[in-house]
T-cell receptor, first 111, second 114 residues
Framework: GQNIDQPTEMTATEGAIVQINCTYQ??????LFWYQQHAGEAPTFLSY????GLEEKGRFSSFLSRSKGYSYLLLKELQMKDSASYLC????????????FGRGTSLIVHP | GAVVSQHPSRVICKSGTSVKIECRSL??????MFWYRQFPKKSLMLMAT?????????EQGVEKDKFLINHASLTLSTLTVTSAHPEDSSFYIC??????????FGPGTRLTVL
């Protein structure tokens, strides 16, 4: 099975930088996804990491360390609209190609 | 990416009735779609994998006679919640895999069973 752990809630200030961590334990690894989900809406894709290192996409970056079973999502220049839940999802190898989702981290950005 | 729609966006029904939720792929032919359920402040839980032209594959603990899935075409999958109970109240989301194995989600359906 898979075990995915991320903080339940985080708060940050508009304009700041925030890092949301995700640790996972899985039998085999075939990619890690980050999704953003606003309340009452479906998740939207943010990033995909399958190799170690940092993937940068605008204000959002995602990092992966496969040996440590660890990823983080970095959000820069925070805006109020970034207040949302951020879901870490891990896909195991050799089986279902569907990732398993963590519980999500609720990020609250305040002025 | 793929565009996915769901209908209705929200529905309120009485206990014991059945509710059908449609999931449409608007610009992508999807042989496989996925149905998720999400309770408040909980993770997305995969319920079943919907396969075009064949039976759906259900996850452990999901009753296939209660959650009927039909995937009759490459652009439409339906989920019918039969004999709904208040505990079935949840946010139901469908998704499909795009060409790069990225999941694209529908906007979700909020079901409230009274």
């Amino acid at each position: 099975g898979q075990n995915i752990d991320q903080p339940t809630e985080m708060t940050a200030t508009e304009g700041a930088i925030v890092q949301i961590n995700c640790t996972y334990q899985t039998s085999g690894f075939n990619g890690l996804f980050w999704y953003q989900q606003h309340a009452g809406e479906a998740p939207t894709f943010l990033s995909y990491n399958v190799l170690d290192g940092l993937e940068e996409k605008g204000r959002f970056s995602s990092f992966l360390s496969r040996s440590k079973g660890y990823s983080y999502l970095l959000l820069k220049e925070l805006q109020m609209k970034d207040s949302a839940s951020y879901l870490c999802a891990v896909r195991a190898s050799g089986g279902s190609y569907i990732p398993t989702f963590g519980r999500g981290t609720s990020l609250i950005v305040h002025p | 990416g793929a565009v996915v729609s769901q209908h209705p966006s929200r529905v309120i029904c009485k206990s014991g009735t059945s509710v059908k939720i449609e999931c449409r792929s608007l610009d992508f032919q999807a042989t496989t779609m996925f149905w998720y359920r999400q309770f408040p402040k909980k993770s997305l839980m995969l319920m079943a994998t919907s396969n075009e032209g064949s039976k759906a594959t259900y996850e452990q603990g999901v009753e296939k006679d209660k959650f009927l899935i039909n995937h009759a075409s490459l652009t439409l999958s339906t989920l019918t919640v039969t004999s709904a109970h208040p505990e079935d109240s949840s946010f139901y989301i469908c998704s499909l895999l795009g060409s790069t194995d990225t999941q694209y989600f529908g906007p979700g359906t909020r079901l409230t069973v009274l």
